[in-house]
């Protein structure tokens, strides 16, 4: 599988450091919140599984399966709930763990979902951001780090399902798609 990469954007190491990073600075902001986060299934996985471990603070997890891409490298722009929380939002702190803000269209349709349930308040926390791939005006609350206008893979974030599971963020070789 590692075979399939190109390059390295990000190293196992960066992402450690940055991860401890946010839990630090998440704590300060949620302390005594007993904030909810929701991971967004699955390219969320990872980073919510290092995140949390990293955090010190009273906190409840829980997840949703949301769509936005088919087997492509481009997105549809289409958002689907696959599956929805298990959790009452109501009057809580909702947290979004994602993996990558890509078009935006994920993150607006979920800020305003959350909203609408009446979410005390609600906000992003993401891995990567794309900037240059966004069609809705909207930012993630922290970010990890800023990948360019490519595909990556790796942390979570797949091709047709494979690559989820290595632990840093890459550049798939073209062939692979091919
Ligand atoms: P958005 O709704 O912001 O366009 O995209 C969110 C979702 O699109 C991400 O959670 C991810 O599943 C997918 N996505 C966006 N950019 C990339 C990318 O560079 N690589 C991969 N593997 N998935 C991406
Ligand atoms: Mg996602
Ligand atoms: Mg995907």
Excluded: C
């Amino acid at each position: 599988m590692k075979n399939d990469i190109e390059s390295i954007l990000i190293s196992e190491e960066d992402i450690q450091k940055k991860v401890v990073e946010l839990a630090k600075v998440l704590d300060e902001e949620y302390e005594g919140k007993n904030p909810l986060l929701v991971g967004v299934l699955k390219g969320g996985l990872p980073f919510m599984a290092d995140l949390i471990k990293k955090m010190e603070i009273y906190l409840e997890i829980d997840f949703m399966d949301v769509s936005s891409y088919g087997n492509d490298t481009v997105s549809s722009g289409e958002v689907k709930i696959l599956k929805d929380l298990d959790t009452n939002v109501e009057g809580r702190h909702v947290l979004f763990v994602e993996d990558i803000i890509d078009t935006g269209g994920t993150l607006a349709y979920l800020k305003d979902l959350f909203k609408y349930r009446k979410a005390a308040s609600v906000k992003i926390v993401t891995i990567l951001d794309k900037p240059s791939g966004r069609k809705i005006d909207i930012s993630a609350d922290w970010v990890g780090f800023t990948v360019p206008h490519k595909f990556v893979v790796g942390y979570g974030l797949d091709y047709a399902e494979n690559y989820r599971n290595l632990p840093f963020i890459g550049v798939l070789k073209p062939e692979v798609y091919q």
